[in-house]
């Protein structure tokens, strides 16, 4: 089971409480499929990708990293059982979305700079250890039920 | 804009902080990824706030900004630093990676406006084949 000391509980809850959902979601899958293309694979039915500019305006896309994003606040909610809690999602990215693992870093890394780029000062490297440490263990659990 | 023109864009805009970049992206290696401290072991303090760390930071800086220029065949222009961290410092390359995941937040952290993602794109793909150049000489 992964340990989270009171100050990290604190700094990640502290994130999502203040987090912008319609501006950092959309803004972190735009990254992600510019920063490394190939992740479009599966965006094929969202409409006209064709360079940054068309994938920043996207409506499509913006949309479900609205979505995306808020797929985490069950990870918030539920630190000290992430696992099981993705179980679920897991299964529907494996099974149904065919989505290669691999990405789930990817889009994490995205996130991470769009949050380091909102947050300034507060960005602490503190701040990003913990950060990064929530995001790798939601990324396990999301890989876990692939086979 | 070509990537490597917009690297060199970008590199203008931010190069006065250097120094400041390159410590801040160490600091921040060392912190998030524990397992880096032990490269440093030579170190008395391997705390990231460290006359070392510092100091290193901008010593690694130094030679991203020297890359730069360097852009357009990194391969013979990273050559006696290759053979350094091949023969001398031996660090595993997987570190480059780590490395430059750090110099990106930072850049995103202190220019929010102007590291846009296709400044991100462009500077990921720089750092990469910068990484690569470097491992050329190991074996």
């Known amino acids: 089971m992964v340990e989270w000391t009171e100050q990290e509980r604190t700094t990640i809850t502290n994130i999502f409480t203040n987090l912008n959902y319609e501006d950092v ?36 896309i913006a949309a479900h990293g609205i979505t995306v994003l808020h797929g985490l606040d069950r990870a918030v909610k539920n630190m000290d059982n992430i696992k099981a809690t993705y179980a679920e999602l897991s299964v529907l990215h494996s ?7 691999d990405n789930f870093k990817l889009l994490s890394d995205c996130l991470t700079i769009v949050i380091a780029a909102k947050l300034g000062k507060d960005f602490t490297p503190e701040t990003q250890a913990t950060f990064q440490k929530f995001l790798a263990v939601v990324v396990s659990a999301l890989g876990r039920q692939y086979h | 804009m070509r990537r490597s023109q917009l690297v060199k864009t970008f590199w203008a805009q931010v190069s ?20 880096t401290k032990t490269y440093f072991a030579h170190w008395k303090d391997t705390s990231p706030n460290s006359a070392n760390a510092k100091k290193h930071g901008i010593t690694v800086m130094g030679g991203v900004a020297d890359a730069v220029t360097k852009i357009d065949d990194l391969k013979a222009g990273l050559l006696s630093l290759s053979e350094l961290h091949a023969f001398t410092l031996r ?49």
Request: charged share 20%.
């Open chain 2, 16 to 35: 006065g902080k250097s120094e400041d970049i390159g410590s801040e992206a160490l600091a921040r290696m060392l912190i998030v990824y524990p397992q």
């Open chain 2, 91 to 139: 660090v595993d390359p997987a570190n480059f990676k780590i490395l430059s995941h750090c110099i990106l937040v930072v850049m995103a952290n202190m220019f929010p406006e102007d590291f846009t993602p296709q400044v991100h794109v462009a500077m990921d793909k720089f750092l990469s084949a910068l990484a690569l150049a470097l491992a050329e000489k190991y074996r």
């Open chain 1, 25 to 60: 979601g959309p803004k972190a899958l735009c990254r992600c499929l510019i920063v490394y293309p190939w992740t479009q694979r599966y965006f094929g039915a969202f409409g006209n990708l064709y360079n940054a500019e068309a994938i920043m305006s996207n409506p499509n």
């Open chain 1, 95 to 101: 099974e149904k979305l065919h989505v290669d693992p």
